[in-house]
């Protein structure tokens, strides 16, 4: 079963604390098949509400920034599927 973006991203800063938004975006945008460039995916790391219709991208309270890196939340680990 293929996970959503919020999912993959819970997972990859699970599995690399202190990562930076850089690197979760980077391998958000290899494993989504997107060429990588500034800003992309960025509203996941925002506190800005985009809002597509069915539901809102971002990832408050999933995870949270600490020492320059990012680290999941207890609500986080719920997204690990």
């Known amino acids: ?3 959503n973006n919020i999912e993959f991203i819970a997972h990859f800063i699970f599995a690399n ?3 930076t938004q850089v690197q979760v975006r980077r391998a ?3 494993r989504n098949g997107k060429e990588y460039t500034s ?5 996941y790391f925002s506190d800005r509400y985009r809002y597509i219709p069915g539901h809102t991208v971002h990832g408050k309270g999933y995870w949270e920034l600490r020492d320059g890196g990012l680290y999941i939340t207890e609500k986080g680990l ?3 599927v």
């Open 1 to 3: 079963m293929p996970i």
């Open 78 to 80: 719920t997204r690990l």
């Open 17 to 19: 604390p202190g990562c």
């Open 28 to 30: 958000l945008c290899e």
């Open 39 to 43: 800003g992309k995916y960025d509203t």
